[in-house]
């Protein structure tokens, strides 16, 4: 999937979320969780720049997706020192929600294509759901729109509130 396509997932994934956590209050939360995921969204693909490292494989797996909500927990914890005020369980666990997520969404959408994902790396087996290929500028297009949309429909309605 490209970025255009990556950047739809996750707001696709986003949105639900980000309505859940205005809903709930949080509107903090829910703008750091929206910027964290579209600033991650094309994290994964960072092994097409480090020699070595198979792209599709390492760094796209729940491993990674755990190893990067761990790296935000710490951040999380260090924030939560830092302030003094606020809870440290409750920040790192944000922390580590918004990382594994970041690289999840990435993992979703390039499920999406026929070559698949190493979910299980280092099991070398390669997950697909055949729904498009990388390359479809429909399918990247497609997905992009339809994630702004959905943006927008949940900010409408955790502004306005459910009708
Ligand atoms: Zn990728």
Same mark, same amino acid.
């Given at each position: 999937?490209?970025?255009? =396509?990556? *950047? ?12 859940l ?9 829910? &703008?750091?969780?929206?910027? %964290?995921? &579209? ?5 994964? #693909?960072? #092994? ?9 494989g ?5 491993? @990674? %997706?755990?190893?990067? /909500?761990?790296?935000? +927990?710490? +951040? ?12 440290? +369980?409750?920040?790192?666990? @944000?922390?580590?929600? !918004?990382?594994?997520l970041? !690289?999840?969404?990435? *993992?979703?959408? #390039?499920? *999406?294509?026929?070559?698949? !994902?190493?979910? @299980? ?13 990388? #390359? ?5 297009? /497609?997905? @992009?729109? *339809?994630?702004?949309?959905? !943006? +927008? ?7 306005? =509130?459910?009708?």
């Open positions: 999937m490209y970025r255009t =396509g990556h *950047l739809g997932v996750s707001m696709l994934v986003f949105a639900p979320i980000g309505y956590l205005v809903a709930a209050g949080e509107p903090l939360a829910a &703008l750091v969780t929206g910027g %964290a995921m &579209l600033w991650l969204a094309m994290l994964p #693909d960072v #092994d097409h720049r480090i020699p070595g490292i198979p792209h599709r390492p760094t796209h797996s729940l491993l @990674f %997706a755990a190893l990067v /909500g761990g790296a935000f +927990a710490g +951040a999380g914890a260090l924030l939560a020192d830092g302030m003094g005020t606020v809870d440290r +369980a409750r920040l790192s666990l @944000f922390g580590f929600f !918004v990382g594994s970041s !690289v999840g969404s990435h *993992l979703l959408g #390039d499920v *999406l294509t026929p070559a698949g !994902v190493n979910l @299980f790396w280092p099991w070398g087996r390669e997950f697909s759901l055949y729904v498009t290929r990388a #390359d479809s500028t429909i399918a990247n297009w /497609g997905l @992009f729109l *339809l994630g702004v949309f959905a !943006v +927008a429909a949940a900010g409408v309605l955790a502004v306005q =509130g459910l009708p």
